[in-house]
């Protein structure tokens, strides 16, 4: 089995070397980011002197991004993109340095320091992700498409699995200057590693619109492409459960399981290896469904297995939610890739990216809300109920949209 996944991985990676450095650099940028996430909530708890003060600076220096990289796509269609992840990462890797000379300033100097650094990483990283997105269509063929979105996905799993986990040991038993410097050598790494790619766009860097205009043309095709118009349709509904995941996990185990904190780990284990395994059988066997109406289905499968998740009493009942959520995650996931891959036009992509992030970060925000306000006025069990509902409505929207585009392509052939 072991030896099967290794030529499935290294076969793909044979054939197209630079999506191979594309996908070492997303781990080694993916362990940074872990790492450095925790440590700044360590940093953040030594110079803040309340809650207020730490929620406060926390949300308003992790929204601030968020809404620069709405716009973010236009600039990926009109650089270079692979000197512009060199320069991102290279950028990245001083700044996370810079943090280690917060904890020694003045309190709202260290505030405001503590702001800037945040806020420019995540723009860049926004830059740096769009632009890894969009750059895979010129490095992998269209036929291996599905697979090479797949195994990006099962690696995100992987590092979403380990790079917490790394991060809180690093913290434990190293002081937390540590973690920066960890964090900064691994985007150092990433920048050579992007450096030594070869790949070339496959049409020329257009930039005679000014930027206005360009960002209307990215609107406007998603207004004309229906398939494209779901995805980001299901960024929203699907950021919204991301955005209770976290508390609603937390919540079940302490207040419905009643367990120790380590149920949180047992489910996140469970939901992160059931990704792992369906995400490598999809790239395995280059899985989609012939028919794209059928995705509707999957669409009610994530929203299914997270209403489930409401109704359930225990720990095993939950792992058993999060199984079929996981599964139709992983499925989805390299499929909404394909289309925005295939669907939007080369020079078009950066921007159309740069709206699905946005509409994605937005909602997780959003969601995160909601689950306060929800939890207060029904109750935690209405959480899940509530934002799989909407999963499930995506489904009932993509279902009709391409019922009507079938029946109309059915029509003109007749």
């Known amino acids: 089995m072991i030896n099967i996944k290794i030529n499935t991985i290294s076969s793909i990676w044979r ?161 937390l200057e540590i973690a920066w410097i960890i964090a900064s050598f691994l985007y150092l790494i990433s920048a050579v590693n992007i450096y030594l790619c070869n790949w070339k766009l496959s049409e020329k860097i257009k930039t005679e619109k000014n930027f206005k205009e360009e960002f209307i043309t990215g609107l406007k095709v998603v207004q004309q492409n229906k398939l494209v118009g779901i995805v980001l349709i299901s960024a929203f509904s699907m950021g919204i459960i991301i955005g209770t995941f976290n508390l609603m996990l937390q919540q079940y185990v302490t207040n419905i399981y009643e367990m120790q904190n380590y149920g949180i780990s047992i489910l996140y284990c469970a939901e992160g290896f059931i990704a792992i395994i369906v995400g490598y059988k999809i790239a395995q066997k280059k899985f989609m469904l012939s028919n794209k109406i059928n995705y509707s289905f999957i669409y009610g499968l994530i929203g299914l297995g997270w209403i489930l998740f409401g109704f359930t009493n225990g720990i095993y009942q939950g792992i ?36 699905w992030n946005t509409v994605t970060l937005a909602a997780i925000q959003l969601g995160a809300l909601l689950t306060g306000i929800i939890i207060e006025g029904l109750g935690i069990r209405f959480v899940p109920l509530i934002s799989g509902t909407l999963e499930i409505l995506t489904g009932i929207i993509f279902f009709i949209i391409l019922g009507v585009r079938h029946t109309k392509n059915s029509e003109n052939l007749n």
């Open 15 to 175: 054939k197209y070397p630079d999506f191979k450095r594309l996908q070492m650099s997303s781990i080694f940028t993916g362990l940074g980011s872990w790492i450095s996430f925790i440590g700044m909530l360590v940093l953040l708890d030594k110079i803040t002197q309340n809650g207020i003060q730490l929620g406060l600076l926390w949300s308003i220096s992790g929204l601030a991004p968020i809404l620069f990289s709405l716009f973010t796509g236009v600039f990926v269609d009109r650089v270079n993109i692979r000197k512009f992840i060199v320069l991102a990462d290279f950028l990245n890797a001083i700044l996370f340095l810079v943090y280690i000379f917060v904890p020694q300033l003045d309190m709202k100097i260290s505030w405001v320091l503590f702001f800037v650094i945040r806020f420019i990483i995540g723009i860049s990283n926004s830059f740096s992700s769009i632009a890894s997105q969009k750059v895979v269509k010129n490095i992998v063929n269209e036929e291996d498409l599905v697979a090479a979105n797949s195994l990006s996905y099962t690696i995100t799993s992987v590092i979403r699995l380990t790079g917490a986990s790394i991060g809180g040991l690093v913290i434990s038993f190293f002081p």
């Open 320 to 355: 058993l939610a999060l199984i079929i959520f996981s599964i139709g995650a992983a499925i989805l996931a390299p499929f909404e890739r394909y289309i925005m891959q295939t669907q939007v036009p080369e020079n078009l992509q950066g921007r159309v990216f740069g709206l």
